[in-house]
T-cell receptor, first 114, second 115 residues
Framework: DAGITQSPRHKVTETGTPVTLRCHQT?????MYWYRQDPGHGLRLIHY???????DKGEVSDGYSVSRSKTEDFLLTLESATSSQTSVYFC?????????????FGPGTRLLVL | AQKVTQAQTEISVVEKEDVTLDCVYE???????LFWYKQPPSGELVFLIR??????QNEISGRYSWNFQKSTSSFNFTITASQVVDSAVYFC????????????FGGGTRLMVKP
């Protein structure tokens, strides 16, 4: 157990509304990640963070923003949700030592945009 | 850019059969890292194994074994004497030793083990 929680676990929203997903970790890991999972695509990286206020884009960052004001929290925001953002969202941390560290995932958030 | 291909989208076997899940990767880097994750029906992602590009030794862990072959850019996963509890989606992933150490995932293979 890597001490990662995600909230909410399920959300239904309407097109055009803002949505924020939260990832919380309890073990002070430096790196945190947001992925989305879609059938046939595996998981794809949206954004990642390498420290407080330090973030960078991943493969599918359009339409998403992130913030990390505290080590333990990494927020993913959909400014104006679209149906194409219906997906399962996973947060991850990297841990375990070595270069690179292994990524461990949270339980996921299932988002449905109507 | 790197790429991971899991050509088998779904595999169905009967319990106690052996099954191999294929993973082929592409990268121009000489240093890279390969991973397998399991996603059972409950939805969480479980880390199974990590392998470095400079270590081609095969690995065995109980009924699980992994065959890493740089010559064919493959990192295949074999389950011996499969069990119903092995039913899951399995993902192969690649990471380079670069900023962020991001994972590139394959599309996954859904394994169904029937009793």
């Amino acid at each position: 157990d890597a001490g990662i929680t995600q909230s909410p676990r399920h959300k239904v929203t309407e097109t055009g509304t803002p949505v924020t997903l939260r990832c919380h970790q309890t073990e002070n890991h430096r790196y945190m990640y947001w992925y989305r999972q879609d059938p046939g695509h595996g998981l794809r990286l949206i954004h990642y963070s390498y420290g407080v206020k330090d973030t960078d884009k991943g493969e599918v960052s359009d339409g998403y923003s992130v913030s990390r004001s505290k080590t333990e929290d990494f927020l993913l925001t959909l400014e104006s949700a679209t149906s194409s953002q219906t997906s399962v969202y996973f947060c991850a941390i990297s841990a375990g030592g070595g270069l690179p560290e292994t990524q461990y995932f949270g339980p996921g958030t299932r988002l449905l945009v109507l | 850019a790197q790429k991971v291909t899991q050509a088998q989208t779904e595999i169905s076997v009967v319990e106690k059969e052996d099954v191999t899940l294929d993973c082929v990767y592409e990268t121009r880097d000489t240093t890279y890292y390969l991973f397998w994750y399991k996603q059972p029906p409950s939805g969480e992602l479980v880390f199974l194994i990590r392998r470095n590009s400079f270590d081609e030794q095969n690995e065995i862990s109980g009924r699980y074994s992994w065959n890493f072959q740089k010559s064919t850019s493959s990192f295949n996963f074999t389950i011996t004497a499969s069990q119903v509890v092995d039913s899951a989606v399995y993902f192969c992933a690649l990471s380079l030793n670069n900023a962020g150490n991001m994972l590139t995932f394959g599309g996954g293979t859904r394994l169904m083990v029937k009793p």
